[in-house]
């Protein structure tokens, strides 16, 4: 099977400005929350050595007992068909939790069997860590989607949680609502929070120092990361959709469109710059412990959006990431973006002030 991405001309901003543009930090909500990406294995990284990969890349899916397998089927084809349209240099697992305590605690019986058998984690170590009260631990992801259902908070929780040491990427998942036909959320919603965070896979696959500092560095800012993260997924699943190559999934109660998605980023964006983050800039969204991160998803999302308006859909993927780990972020940036980092965050500040229609303007369409 072929996967096309489309190839669009930029649209030029109504205001001629110049240009530009989640994480190697710690975890944040996804889906009905949000997600990061995060290299925080278990082994200790050796600065100077790095990363290996055994065998053949692969897409594996495992989830617990109590989910219907229809759901690992929705997950293991998204990251198949994100595998094709973005390419695929590492392994990938994908865990998702479900309700059941006891389910749960099976599934990461089976994760840390498999990891001691391969020799990366002691099996008792890593039930110490995976099944007991750690945050970003296993049963963290299973504790949220039961505690959702008990107070009606519809948080759902994903991210990328590892490990270059091992050469693969790993991901955990709590439910994802949408794909068990649940409380009338989109399918399309989860499968955008699976390109979301294989997103993240795409840029580790491009970092193979094992130096957790220089990866840290390579991968950039929140808003960079989260926001690149965002708008790929975002992009992504329109493509797909309008290719017909997405998995059936529930329809939910509400449309999931690109236009939509990316019209809310701006209100969310608009209402934080005007009240508890009045005054910030987008270079300043730089923490994931930064009170106001959450930018980084949003506002870091419409910056995606125009630096790929301005300098090519497949920009990132053509000339940014190849020249990554040689560049440096920062170099790599700004030579992609054709300008320095501060003067991007002056023009794309300036693009923001603009109308809702006008920013709007920008976006892709697909047949």
């Not at 296993?138 to 990328?160: F, K, N």
């Not at 508890?276 to 969204?285: A, D, F, N, T, V």
Request: with cysteine.
């Amino acid at each position: 099977m072929q996967i096309n991405r489309i190839a669009l001309a930029a649209v030029v901003p109504l205001v001629l400005v110049s240009l530009v543009a989640c994480s190697d930090a710690g975890d944040s909500p996804s889906s009905t929350g949000k997600s990061s990406s995060n290299d925080s294995g278990s082994g200790d990284s050796k600065p100077g050595n790095n990363v290996v990969i055994n065998g053949e890349p692969i897409m594996e899916v495992f989830i617990a007992s109590d989910i219907d397998p229809s759901v690992g089927v929705a997950i293991e084809k998204t990251l198949n068909l994100a595998g094709e349209y973005w390419g695929l240099w590492w392994p990938v697992e994908y865990w998702v939790m479900g309700l059941e305590e006891a389910a749960g605690r099976d599934l990461v019986d089976q994760f840390c069997s498999r990891r001691d058998a391969n020799s990366q984690w002691d099996y008792d170590d890593c039930m110490d860590r995976e099944a007991g009260s750690e945050e970003h631990g296993m049963m963290s992801y299973q504790r949220i989607g039961a505690e959702a259902v008990a107070t009606g908070d519809l948080r759902m929780d994903a991210g990328r949680n590892g490990t270059a040491e091992w050469g693969i990427h790993r991901f955990a998942s709590s439910l994802p609502w949408g794909l068990a036909g649940l409380y009338g959320i989109p399918g399309e919603e989860e499968l955008k929070t699976v390109l979301h965070e294989y997103w993240h896979a795409v840029q580790h696959s491009h970092i193979l120092t094992l130096d957790r500092d220089k990866r840290d560095d390579l991968m950039g800012p929140v808003w960079f990361v989260e926001g690149s993260a965002e708008y790929m997924a975002q992009y992504g699943l329109a493509d797909l959709r309008s290719q017909g190559l997405l998995p059936e999934v529930p329809m939910g109660d509400w449309p999931f469109e690109l236009e939509g998605k990316m019209e809310d980023k701006l209100r969310n964006v608009d209402s934080a710059l005007s009240g508890e983050c009045e005054g910030r800039e987008l270079m300043s969204i730089a923490e994931y412990s930064d009170p106001c991160s959450s930018l980084g998803y949003d506002m870091g999302a419409w910056a995606s959006a125009y630096l790929l308006n301005i300098a090519g859909n497949d920009v990132l993927l053509d000339k940014f990431y190849p020249d990554l780990e040689s560049n440096g972020w920062q170099d790599s940036f700004e030579k992609v973006a054709g300008m320095s980092l501060d003067q991007f965050n002056v023009e794309f500040m300036a693009f923001m002030n603009q109308s809702t229609g006008e920013r709007m303007a920008i976006l892709p369409s697909f047949p």
